[in-house]
């Protein structure tokens, strides 16, 4: 069961879609300034909320492949292998899997910043 099924509509998906187009619509086009560059920031963030409540779950099992795939559970195991040298054999594996999470973590951030679209 997704939480859509749980809550019905609007989805929180949704509700932060129309939270952020009332800002940019009504919101920033009637103030300027301080009061203006708050709400361009509100924007941004919910805009980041929006892609991590819409590609979130298949970006977390994704990344929970490629650290299974790796022989980890967690960031941390991962990072502690890689300062230890454990896998200074399988560097391009492991440059690719941690790529591919900071194209998806960019993704969320601020995809205006990826210059590669895929990883």
């Known amino acids: 069961m997704s939480m859509s099924d749980l809550h019905g509509r609007p989805t929180a998906e949704e509700l932060v879609e129309a939270v952020r187009e009332f800002l940019e619509r009504d919101v920033m086009t009637q ?46 195991e991962l990072a502690d292998a890689i300062r230890s040298g454990a896998l200074d054999d399988r560097y391009d594996e492991v440059a690719a899997a941690v790529r591919a999470t900071v194209h998806d973590k960019v993704a969320v951030a601020n995809p205006k910043y990826l210059t590669n679209p895929t990883p």
């Open 31 to 76: 103030t300027s300034g301080a009061l203006q560059f708050h709400a361009r920031v509100a924007v941004n963030a919910l805009a980041a909320v929006g892609r991590e409540l819409h590609d979130g779950p298949a970006m977390a099992d994704a990344h929970a492949a490629r650290l299974g795939a790796l022989g980890y559970a967690s960031e941390g």
